[in-house]
């Protein structure tokens, strides 16, 4: 069964604007976490934001955050201001477990992306 | 600090042939996992290495196999080429000592089965 949801295909959104890139999970483990990456057309994953499942605050980093919505399965990404360079597919991955002495420490699972292009 | 290399980063093999791809992580993780990824099956878990042990195994046959050194780097090797297994494979790694484990990426190897 698909674990990780991402629904918009793709999206465009003009330069300077806001965007929200949905993701909703699927887990019966209390203890995960939830990650955002970035793939330019170059081909590499780039790290953008990370929640654990316990974590009081939605994360923040620059100018991404998380809207992570525990109850509702939720955890859609937020870019503010788009930039050009902001184009790129975007994954929301999960890794259950927490702790390294779980044995899916190096396993996320992934959705499958939604395509941004940001216009001018 | 250097990032997580992966070489080569292209190559064309085919059908029955085997391929080998290397990848250097990022000085000090021990932590080394291997992806798959195709347009239509998305990004899909191969196997993680930690201190020259497979910690886990993702859902692919036999063909598909891995190492790794003492000095952490690693290989994968795909054996028997299948025109299925043309795809961009990530080698991924992660500190065992950072509270998030994010996993760090190489730009991947793209291998072409003709």
């Known amino acids: 069964a698909q674990k990780i949801t991402q629904t918009q295909p793709g999206m465009f959104v003009q330069e300077k604007e806001a965007v929200t890139l949905d993701c909703t999970y699927d887990?019966?483990?209390?203890?995960?976490?939830l990650f955002w990456y970035k793939q330019p057309s170059s081909g590499e994953m780039i790290f953008l934001i990370y929640?654990?499942?316990?974590?009081?605050q939605n994360a923040t980093e620059g100018r991404y955050s998380l809207n992570f919505q525990k109850a509702r399965k939720s955890a859609n990404l937020v870019i503010s201001a788009s930039q050009l360079g902001d184009s790129a597919m975007y994954f929301c991955a999960m890794r259950e477990g927490l702790r390294w002495t779980t044995d899916s420490w190096g396993k996320l699972q992934f959705g499958a992306g939604t395509q941004v292009v940001v216009t001018p | 600090k250097a990032g997580v290399t992966q070489t080569p980063r292209y190559l064309i093999k085919t059908r029955g042939q085997q391929v080998t791809l290397s990848c250097s992580p990022i000085s000090g993780h021990r932590s080394v996992s291997w992806y798959q990824q195709t347009p239509g099956q998305g990004l899909q878990f191969l196997f993680e290495?930690?201190?020259?042990?497979?910690?886990n195994k993702g859902n692919f046959p036999g063909r598909f196999s891995g190492r790794q050194f003492s000095n952490s780097r690693s290989e994968m090797n795909v054996s028997t080429l299948e025109l299925g297994d043309s795809a961009l494979y990530l080698c991924?790694?992660?500190?065992?000592?950072?509270?998030?484990?994010?996993?760090?990426f190489g730009e991947g190897s793209r291998l072409t089965v003709l």
């Open positions: 290495y930690f201190s020259e042990t497979q910690r």
């Open positions: 991924a790694s992660s500190s065992d000592r950072e509270n998030t484990g994010e996993l760090f």
């Open positions: 929640q654990g499942s316990y974590d009081q």
């Open positions: 887990t019966s483990d209390p203890s995960y976490g």
